[in-house]
């Protein structure tokens, strides 16, 4: 052994693949899917931003860049690596970021959930508006479609997470 600390207990591990495989496990209960990808789900997004909120940024975002190469991984579609990146794993990591706001999950919710539009917003514009809305100013192509599915999807899960806050469950068996 190099006496060296482990990046994460073995706990945090099993957390992390806990939760990302519960996230993976409600991406396939969809409630409605848009034409072009991006779908509402039954909260996919929760554990990973429950993640966050219970561990700090570092593990959820972290636990968001494995979950996005998942997502990948079960619909494999891309056109370009920077495109690959934006959609999947950053996309996921800036969940992660509900955990700068541990004090206020609702307000990290929101947080984490526009990282993840923006990234996709920049995605939509740059890589898919000229595919399929050429017409379209790229910017509100990207917005209205992102937002089409992100937005009920920030309402489903500050809902769940606003249900586990207050339940008491966020923190249990740290």
């Known amino acids: 052994m190099s006496g060296k600390k482990p990046v994460f207990s073995t706990r945090v591990i099993a957390e992390i693949v806990t939760f990302v495989a519960l996230a993976t496990a409600l991406s396939f209960i969809i409630i409605y899917t848009l034409p072009q990808g991006g779908s509402i789900t039954a909260g996919s ?12 940024p570092k593990i959820g975002f972290f636990a968001g860049a494995v979950y ?4 990948f991984l079960v619909l494999p579609y891309f056109i370009d690596p ?11 990591a800036l969940l992660g970021m509900a955990g700068l706001f541990r004090k ?3 307000l990290g919710v929101l947080i984490g959930i ?9 995605a939509g514009a740059v890589y898919w508006a000229p595919i399929y809305a050429p017409e379209v100013n790229p910017f509100v192509y990207s917005s209205i479609y992102n937002g089409s599915y992100l ?17 008491k469950i966020l923190e249990i068996y740290l």
Do not use: C
């Open 104 to 106: 206020h999950p609702p």
């Open 114 to 122: 526009i990282g993840r539009f923006i990234s996709a917003f920049i």
């Open 45 to 56: 997004m929760v554990p990973i931003l429950w993640l966050a909120l219970r561990r700090g």
């Open 82 to 92: 920077i495109q690959w990146l934006l959609d999947y794993p950053l996309a996921f």
């Open 68 to 71: 996005g190469t998942i997502q």
């Open 151 to 167: 937005l009920p999807e920030l309402f489903v899960s500050g809902f769940i997470v606003y249900l586990i806050q207050k339940n």
